[in-house]
């Protein structure tokens, strides 16, 4: 997977952009501001039909547009390879694939792969637990979509059992009971599934998550990462059964996959309160590298990776480190600080003042 030429038309701040890549890594120079996640963000917005800054569609509309347009020419799977959409402030986008219009938007997920890093990822170490199950099972959606399915049946699955807590109001009835043991059961069944198989990810991505972290520190961490259940001891089955008293008095769902979590440990310490902002930003760098090279042995093909601001809080050393051990496949990558001093980028783009030039 690799794209060549992408262009923009009123996206951002951008009126127009042709942008030329390299099949290696790409780097984009500016100082704040100039537009240089707008890029990562429109090449992003080809493999999501979103935003990964969270920002609506219409953002990417240039102020003062009523429509933006993304094109990116490449290559998958030995063919060539075009992806056209139109961005429409009021309206449904309109996506070309090979310059066959795609009945669904959603379709064109999985045509483009990205794999991003981007600085609001530090709160996958620093942040909540909201943030990492998150993590997990967009993880597991890239390797494989249909987890997309079985997380649609675990939230209609805990929806409803929650709606079933909440009108018993304290007081569960004969009748209430037999129909939460059902709702038991196929979030044992739905959600135990859906453990098992966060768990089997993490499986493959402790020793590479290792690898990763060792290889941006420049030195041996001992990285650990483990899935935390309360109920993994006991069982789904058993943990629901004592906790249902409790659930019935709170009116909602207090155990089971919607409450687990991942913990990542630095040299045996939680890193979430132990570790540096360093630490932190380059564990975080790690376990989206790991990701990306399960997702590419799954996939069996490397996703386009976009590395934003990654510098920022990685001293000159972790930075080399980083540039020298980049999985293979294609890399854009932004630095408003220039580059650390042994870089050897294949090509180099400065923006400024709305253009991007070969620097
Ligand atoms: N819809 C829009 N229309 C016009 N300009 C926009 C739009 N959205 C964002 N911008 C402009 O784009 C610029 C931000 O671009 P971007 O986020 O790519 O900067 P950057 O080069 O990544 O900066 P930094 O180094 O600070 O991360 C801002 O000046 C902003 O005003
Ligand atoms: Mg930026």
Redesign the pocket.
Known sequence: MRLDRVWLADV??YVTAEIELSPGLTVLL??????????L?AVGFLATLGSFRGAPTE?????GATSAVIRAEGEREGRSLLIETELVASGRNRVLVNRQPLKRARDLLGVLRVTVFAPDDLDLVKGGPVGRRRYLDDALVASHPRYDALQSEVDKILKQRNALLKGAQGRLDEGAAFTLDIWDAKLVESGGRLAEARQHLLHRLRPLLSQTYDAVANRPAAVTVTYVAEWTEVGLAEALATSRRDDVRRGVSTTGPHRDDMELRIGGLPARTHASQGEQRSLALALRLATHHVITDVTGSAPVLLLD?VFSELDPDRSDALLANLPAGQTLL?S?SGLPPKATPDRILR?HDGQITLG
């Open positions: 951002r701040s500016g100082h704040n501001g100039e537009g240089k996640t707008n890029v963000e953002a990417l509309i240039r102020q601001d932004t408003a923006v």
